[in-house]
């Protein structure tokens, strides 16, 4: 797993956690994470390379769509530190964030609150807390604790601190505060993918296409092979009307990752809205295959795949795939427990009644 995470990147063996913060602030996550992994596992007692690594790892997991295992190194790298020095409140407090980014909010929050309860002053745990209790829907909690980190934040967290404060605000419905927030940690580091990402979410709820273009190309600038990047545009060039450009994003997702769903999902979309039914069926049909074999959980699937699918197949009188993608969707949400939404009537599709 090891040599995945540091790829081929020629690391200086001098090189310093200076360096690797200055590989941070100017978005360098891979340099960022490489420098520091060797800096800890070289001297584990040095705990600022540490917090860096995971923080790197966590920041960089969100920037593209083939990054979350880096949620999961960054897990197992601060529960072996734990393991080593169970004690140290730095390394619990970085647990307790990664645990947080890893979808597992409560011991995240035991573990973050059990440090504020020895350091109130602790700017980490205290977003971790925060962020913490906005997984479970405490979100007034959450933005009253990420106020709290601000208040005491250390300068390397400051980010962090008002990346927590703009996530409690938006959970609370308030975008435009929550933009205002990003904006400030924009301003610190305008190089990390996940600031832009959230601030353009943030922005789209107030229906402000023209920040969110300008956040997705801001991306793109810097990483112009960014696929998440990429199929944000798709998503809000079709929201916005745009077929060409919407399609020349989404070509370009499914070019560049044939393996991800998603991608097919929305060519898929294009192709339908532009009546382009068989190419539609086609596009459909690689997210429904790719979704089956990737295991994806149901809460997670495009259903959309499935039922658009079979309103193609249906348009073009393809009743042999209409009924087998509709046995398929009955099946998943029969498994699931999930509302039928697609249903026919006992005798079946019109066009396949006496076939």
């Known amino acids: 797993m090891w040599s995945w995470l540091s790829g081929n990147l020629p690391i200086n063996p001098q090189a310093t956690l200076n360096d690797a913060q200055r590989a941070f602030d100017k978005g360098d996550l891979d340099n960022a994470i490489a420098i520091s992994r060797n800096i800890w596992q070289a001297s584990p007692a040095q705990i600022d390379a540490l917090i860096l690594l995971a923080r790197a790892l966590i920041y960089r997991s969100y920037a593209d769509y083939d990054r979350q295992i880096d949620r999961e190194i960054a897990l197992q790298t601060t529960q072996n530190a734990i393991d080593q020095f169970p004690q140290n409140l730095d390394i619990r407090a970085i647990h307790a964030f990664a645990l947080q980014a890893n979808n597992q909010p409560v011991p995240a929050a035991q573990l973050a609150q059990d440090v504020l309860n020895r350091n109130p002053n602790h700017t980490l745990a205290r977003v971790a807390l925060a962020l913490a209790y906005g997984r479970v829907g405490g979100y007034d909690n959450a933005l009253t604790q990420a106020r709290q980190a601000l208040e005491t934040t250390e300068p390397q967290y ?166 087998r993608i509709y046995e398929e969707f009955k099946g998943i949400t029969l498994r699931g427990n999930l509302p039928q939404t697609w249903t026919y009537p006992p005798e079946g599709p019109a066009i396949c009644v006496g076939q």
Not at 162 to 178: M, N, P, V
Not at 186 to 204: D, G, H, P, R, S
Not at 246 to 273: H, I, K, T
Not at 291 to 299: H, K, S, V, Y
């Open 158 to 323: 400051r980010i962090d601190s008002l990346r927590a404060q703009a996530i409690s605000q938006s959970d609370l419905g308030r975008y435009r505060e929550a933009m205002l927030t990003m904006q400030q940690a924009i301003t610190i580091n305008n190089k990390l993918a996940v600031l832009q990402f959230e601030y353009a979410l943030f922005a789209l709820q107030v229906s402000d296409a023209d920040t969110a273009t300008a956040a997705y190309l801001n991306i793109l600038a810097f990483a112009p092979t960014n696929i998440k990047a990429q199929l944000r545009m798709c998503e809000l060039y079709s929201t916005l009307r745009d077929p060409e450009t919407a399609m020349r994003y989404c070509q370009g997702v499914v070019n560049r990752a044939p393996s991800w769903a998603d991608g097919w999902y929305l060519l898929g979309r294009e192709y339908f809205w532009q009546g382009r039914f068989a190419q539609a069926q086609d596009a459909f049909s690689r997210c429904t295959a790719l979704q089956t074999a990737q295991n994806i959980p149901t809460q997670d699937l495009h259903l959309e795949c499935w039922y658009m699918q079979g309103q193609s197949a249906e348009i073009l009188g393809d009743c042999d795939n209409l009924l």
